[in-house]
């Protein structure tokens, strides 16, 4: 008996020694972005960092990190202040953004969007090339350079509380915008009650637009 308290004592302390050598570490991936309906670059670079994760799994899980990923959709000027929010999408390891720079173009996707295609989207430079999403590669050379210390490469910095860039600025104001219009275009809460029967109710009180109203 006193032999089996012996070694499961051992055991406890070689456990307690393990965890406090190898202590568990974490990473945090944020993903920030505007729009995961109809922006080509968001969608993009969503897929891109599930094949990143994937990719480096193995060496995190091998190394005692666990990374905690956060899919944050920016759903107002506020929130886009508070988070230092600069461009769509971004990705920050530890809260640093992994753009080696800040540079937006013009997207096509964007043009059935909120904003009407007035909005530039971020533009991912990586290995001298140009990408309209953030390149597998980029993804995981940031994660394995936070395990590992390796130089911050990115020159990227959130805004300051408080600013918005214009370009931000110009999305917010069309989606206050189509949002106003949607909610007038129609008749007042307490007369779409009786309106029309119930069956009627997509084809009198919204077309497929959502802007348009049957009873008007």
Request: glycine residues 8%.
């Amino acid at each position: 008996m006193n032999n089996q308290r012996s070694s499961e004592a051992h055991t406890d302390t070689a456990k307690s020694l393990i965890k406090w050598e190898y202590p568990l570490r974490q990473i945090r991936i944020d993903f920030l972005y505007l729009d995961l309906t109809t922006c080509n670059r968001c969608l993009d670079t969503d897929k891109n960092l599930e094949r990143a994760l994937q990719t480096v799994a193995e060496v995190l899980a091998a190394t005692g990190i666990e990374v905690k990923v956060n899919k944050i959709l920016i759903e107002s000027a506020g929130q886009a202040r508070a988070l230092g929010f600069v461009s769509s999408p971004t990705i920050r390891v530890n809260g640093r953004d992994i753009a080696l720079e800040m540079k937006e173009s013009r997207c096509e996707s964007c043009e059935s969007c909120v904003c009407g295609g007035t909005v530039a989207c971020r533009v991912w430079m990586y290995g001298g090339m140009e990408y309209t999403e953030a390149p597998v590669g980029m993804i995981v050379e940031a994660i394995l350079r936070e395990v590992y210390g390796g130089p911050q490469r990115s020159s990227v910095e959130s805004m300051p509380p408080g600013d918005l860039p214009e370009n931000l600025n110009r999305f917010f104001i069309g989606k206050a915008r189509k949002g106003a219009a949607a909610v007038s275009a129609c008749c007042p809460p307490d007369q779409e009650a009786s309106c029309c029967e119930p069956s009627e109710k997509t084809a009198c009180c919204g077309t497929s637009d959502d802007v348009s109203c049957g009873c008007r």
